[in-house]
Every structure is written in C-alpha cells, then in structure tokens.
C-alpha cells in the first residue's frame, strides 16, 4: 500500500508502483485527503489520514488474509503510516513498514510556515494560538498528529530513509523517529521464536543496529517458512544478505532493531 506525500496522489506513486509491479507486488495506492480526486477539505498532516490508510489496510487484509502486507509512505505519507501503525490491531494485520521521509511532527511543520510568513508575532504565540484552534476546528491538536510517540512501541520491521540534503522533510525527522523506535528483539508478526540467517546460514543474531548498513545487502523477511523449518518449530525467517565485499571480513555478535537505519 503506497501513500503519497504532501503536493502529491496516488499518480505520483505510480512510478514507484511500476517498479513494485516489476517485482511481482500487488499495488493498492490512492487519493490522501485534500489531493486529486479526494474532496476532503484540509490536510492534517496524518492524523485523519490514519483512518483512510486503516481502511485501506482492512480491505487488503479482508481480501488478501494470507499475503504478507507492506506499507509504504513518503513524507506526510510516512506521518500517515506511522500514525496509523499506533493501533495495535492494525499493526498486527501489516508485515513490515517502509517511511521513505517522513514528517514526524506536526508541530514543525506549522512553525516553519509561520517563520516564513514573517508579521512579527512570536512563534511561540501563533503556535499556540494555531493549536487551539486547530483542536477546535479540527478536533486535535499539534501534538496529537506527532509520530514517534505513536510508533514507539512498534513491533514490526520498520525502514526508516531519509537524506541530509532532503530539505523539505529534513533529515532529523527521519532520525527521531527512528530513535523513538523501543524494541529491541527481534519478532516476526509478535513471534519471538525466529530462524536469523546470514547468507544462508544460521547464526545467533540479538541486534541488528551493529551491523553498518553499507555492508547489507538486502534483508529477507519469510513469515510462513516450508515444511522443514516448521518442523524446528520457528515463526518466521530473517535472512541478511551481506555485500560480497563485506561478508569476508564480517565477525562478532549482531543486533537487531526494528527501525532499519539505511
């Protein structure tokens, strides 16, 4: 499920799409609130949005029930996904969670709005001012719609990008989200009880986030292993693949974090 960003709709995801195509997906991407054939008024940077993604994450799931589910979300798309992922039977019905830059807070957003309209009130003012009557009008407030509250305790794999040259959803946003991130063991759909590969290969993996990035190649995620591994009782596999030149010279203990820094 793709969910486009801020300016954008479901036709700006369609390159992205096509590539997800290629690769065998199914692809369900669609109208935020606000954009292209949605009528919705205003944007709210995720908060309602959350509701149209929970939808739509219903609707796969109700329809596709044994298929692994994979949401992705770019900029205030990625406030959506991770909003939306604070519903914890919501989040037990998705597999893994891509935020391609996203927005992490509201908050910024507004006062970086208000900077820019420069009438020389405080900013601290006008966001207050701006917070209560956006929590009249709108029914919540700044607070409400910020990200790394809601996905702290996520347990799903989540792949967190963003870039220090982006400069419209700076790259500290990304960072604190990926920071407010608290699980620490490694779980598949809330199974502890997984099979961690490197290359193929089993090994005794507790964190990821010692492992340079650089070095991974891909990361595959198999949540209904075949006959053989069922049999050793495992609930899922996580098989690293290693850079060829990185793997030669790779040794100690591994860790494992579900906010993939890349």
């Known amino acids: 499920i793709l969910v486009h960003g801020l300016g954008g709709n ?4 369609y390159p992205l799409a096509e590539m997800f195509l290629q690769k065998g997906y199914n692809v369900l991407t669609y109208d935020q609130r606000s954009s292209n054939e949605n009528t919705a008024q205003y944007t709210t940077f995720g908060y309602w949005e959350k509701y149209d993604l929970i939808d739509y994450i219903d609707y796969v799931y109700s329809h596709a029930p044994e298929q692994v589910i994979v949401i992705w979300g770019t900029s205030f798309g990625g406030a959506t996904a991770g909003l939306a992922m604070g519903d914890k039977d919501v989040e037990n019905k998705v597999d893994f969670l ?4 996203p927005v992490s807070d509201m908050k910024w957003m507004v006062e970086e709005e208000m900077r820019k309209m420069d009438i020389g009130l ?4 006008m966001t ?3 917070n209560i009557i956006n929590k009249m009008e709108l029914g919540f407030s700044y607070d409400d719609a910020n990200v790394c509250g809601k996905i702290a305790d996520i347990e799903i794999p989540v792949l967190v990008i963003n870039s220090e040259a982006d400069t419209l959803t700076p790259q500290f946003m990304g960072q604190e989200i990926y920071d407010s991130i608290q699980n620490e063991e490694i779980s598949i759909r809330g199974n502890k009880n997984i099979l961690v590969l490197m290359d193929g290969v089993p090994t005794t993996i507790t964190d990821l986030s010692t492992i340079p990035a650089a070095n991974i190649k891909s990361i595959d ?3 209904n292993p075949d006959a053989s591994y069922d049999s050793e009782g495992t609930g899922g596999i996580i098989n690293i693949i290693m850079k060829k030149e990185s793997a030669k010279g790779f040794s100690g203990v591994l860790a494992a974090n579900y906010g993939f820094n890349h």
Do not use: E, H, K, Q
Not at 122 to 125: G, N, Q, R
């Open 10 to 13: 479901r036709y700006t995801n």
């Open 98 to 101: 891509i935020l391609d830059c």
């Open 122 to 125: 405080p900013i601290s003012y």
């Open 128 to 130: 207050f001012c701006g």
């Open 221 to 223: 995620v198999i949540t």
